[in-house]
């Protein structure tokens, strides 16, 4: 599977973050939020991710971006850094009763980043056919 990255330094490496995304993941909601500079979201005009529930209750942002990991674009973050400017995409909550881990749910979103073709709608829409 690779080398394990995330986005954010405050967050989890190494062991820590081999053991979250072992973890099995409970509510999928694929969530949406405006582009940085933007004070608004219209469709594909907005960055989307999903946020995963586990069983102790964590909860963690699935998104892609160009430049966000180094052997993946795909990234797991705390959701606790996650600005009130995220919205739930309507109809857009799976649960998975612990059937994917927070590894399948990355490795659905793909390890590279192309705005078309490739970006943080498309890693969305594949993360939530799981």
């Not at 949406?32 to 469709?43: I, V």
Request: hydrophobic share 30%; aromatic share 8%.
């Amino acid at each position: 599977s690779g080398e394990l990255q995330q986005v954010e330094l405050y967050d989890l490496s190494g062991s820590d973050l081999t053991k979250l995304y072992n973890k099995r993941v409970h509510l999928a909601e694929a969530m949406r939020r405006p582009l940085e500079n933007f004070p608004f979201r219209l469709g594909y005009i907005s960055h989307c991710g999903v946020r995963v529930t586990l069983a102790d209750g964590s909860r963690w942002l699935i998104h892609k971006g160009g430049g966000y990991g180094i052997s993946s674009q795909t990234v797991a973050t705390d959701a606790g850094h996650m600005s009130s400017n995220w919205e739930v995409s309507s109809k857009h909550t799976k649960h998975l009763r612990g059937t994917k881990t927070v590894s399948d749910l990355v490795g659905a979103g793909g390890p590279n980043y192309r705005l078309f073709g490739d970006n943080c709608h498309n890693a969305c829409t594949n993360i939530m056919n799981q």
